[in-house]
């Protein structure tokens, strides 16, 4: 049986494809979970890709990954920059945790610069559109085989 990653999406991010285009690109969340995946299952990993806009589905989910031990690749959205109760079930995971973004937040508004969830990541991967999952599903296969 392959380990399980848990792929978790926060507020907004359903309308990907539709949200800002310029910003977040034309894939849709579909076409996410799809990449995620496929990919995952090239590394001998299973994905299981969920996506929230309630902050207490996702520590929810974060309490699931630390009972069980599971990998996260976590693309906190909005919550990224202030949300301390998702930065703190965020740190109760010990297996690996990789934050992600569509976007290059350093490279956008102020407010969006900051985030309170990198500094219990593992890694933090952000700029490359939906490949930032392709490419932190590789530290994750790296980080747990070895």
Known sequence: MAASVLILNGPNLDRLGTREP??????TFADL?????????????AADVRQSNDE????????????SNSPVIINPAAFTHYSYALRDACALVESPLIEVHLSNPAAREEFRQTSVISGVADGVIAGFGIESYRLALHAVARMTKG
């Open 22 to 27: 310029a910003i977040y690109g034309t894939a």
């Open 33 to 45: 979970v799809a990449l995620c995946t496929a990919e995952a299952l090239t590394l001998g990993l």
């Open 56 to 67: 207490a589905e996702l520590i929810g989910w974060l309490h699931e990954a630390a009972d």
